[in-house]
């Protein structure tokens, strides 16, 4: 047996699928990176499109309406044109909300880019798991499609670190920089180099065998399978998939979600949507959207608080790499339990130091004492969602659904995530000003507490299991 499995390892391609894999979480980078870039930009819109705290909200929280429309529609569309296809209308689409989101003169304008560049994001989102999954071997699936997370911790973190400097060197990210442009909107513009490096490598990676054998481009599959498994494996694999695809009765569509038997919503759809919504609802957005935002309202400076976020940024990362040494290990269950209970706690000590905080004469909360608690906190926070949350949703998303399933699956999850995201984020200044830190982060605390519960209950663990044994 033991013989076996190793002809069968030193058959497959593991450089070539690492590669590729590699290309596929770029989307991921920009993903991160689109949505990391607005947090070094909120004094900077504020100034440019005169917007009281709902107008802010709106227009950071407006790439998520089209993260949600990008998200269900590329789901769904790749399943007729193809993952790597709709991979490149998202990275055309990042290199044109880049630069649209910098040039923008009027909010109106600024909210049509972002919502492009949304459709890129909610596009990427879920195609690059998707693809990842139904390239890579199951013993490692998981493990590659953690690196999804890591890019988007990534592109996360270098968008903090290009903020940073980019604001220092300026002075504030409001004051004008090169070429008579203000520091925020060159943040916007630095996407351009990832996104255009995105679009170049994506013309060299080969289309998921998937997808090919369900159009029934057996020749094509055939040879991405045996570049990627070698002959005996890989003919293997083709004949695994084409039995699964030939069982199919019809053509994959919406209506695969409800059971035939009861009219009803299948249960493993619900999970998918569980899954997605529950991941926002512990507020982790807020952190990445408006941590700037957060520390200056706890008493630090922009430079001050634009630091906090690259240290949040490394620890992210640092956390994401844990995962992918042990998600193939003790599987995907027990990771989103240990993230939803160290979430759980890490928030509750943020409410405690925001509740005993003093209120100053300028309206920020003087944390005094309590400043390196919520501090830490904060960052244990992050660290916690970035082991499991963070990537394993998405990992889940992209394996869960069986083949008949997986577009309109993805599609439904995807847009469900999506718009918990933009719920989410358009709710915190409003709330911010309505009940305050203390407020807003014990609703987080308690997204926290209900997801350890829907894990514990309605989520099965799909370590292992190739994409054919997935089960409705």
Known sequence: MVSQVSATESQENIGFIILISCVAT?????????????????????????????????????????????????????????????????????????????????????????????????????????????????????SLATIQQIAIITGLFLAFVSNYLLAKAAGQSTVEFWLGFEAWRWMFWMELIPACLFLVLLMFIPESPRYLILKQRYVQAEKVLFKLYGAVEGKSHLNTIRDSVQSFDHKPSMADLLDKATGKIRPLVWVGIGLAVFQQFVGINVVF???????QAVGFTESDALQINMITGAVSIAACIVTVLLIDRIGRKPILLIGSIGMAISLAAMVFSFANADIEANGNLGLGEYGTL???????????????????????????????????????????????????????????????????????????????????????????????????
């Open 374 to 472: 919520a501090l830490v906190s904060a960052n244990l926070y992050v660290i916690f969602f970035n082991f499991s949350w963070g990537p394993v949703m998405w990992v889940m998303l992209g394996e869960m659904f069986p083949n008949q399933l997986r577009g309109s699956g993805l599609a439904i999850a995807g847009l469900a995530q999506w718009l918990a995201n933009f719920l989410i984020t358009i709710s915190f200044p409003i709330m911010l000003s309505g009940i305050g830190l203390t407020g807003a982060y014990g609703f987080y605390t308690l997204g926290a507490i209900l997801s350890a519960i829907f894990v514990f209950k309605y989520v099965h663990e799909t370590k292992g299991k190739e994409l054919e044994e997935m089960q409705a």
């Open 289 to 295: 959207y408006y941590g700037a935002i957060l520390w």
């Open 26 to 142: 770029i989307g991921g980078f920009l993903f991160g990176f689109d949505s990391g870039v607005i947090n070094g930009t909120v004094a900077g819109l504020q100034k440019a499109f005169n917007s009281d705290s709902v107008g802010t909200g709106f227009n950071v929280a407006s790439m998520l309406l089209g993260c949600a429309v990008g998200a269900f529609f590329a789901a769904k569309l790749a399943d007729r044109f193809g993952r790597k296809s709709l991979l490149v209308v998202a990275a055309t689409f990042f290199i044109i909300s880049a630069y649209g989101s910098g040039i923008a003169a009027t909010s109106g304008q600024f909210i049509v880019f972002r919502i492009i560049g949304g459709l890129a994001v909610g596009g990427a989102s879920v195609l690059a798991p998707a693809y990842i999954a139904e390239v890579a071997p199951a013993r490692m699936r998981g």
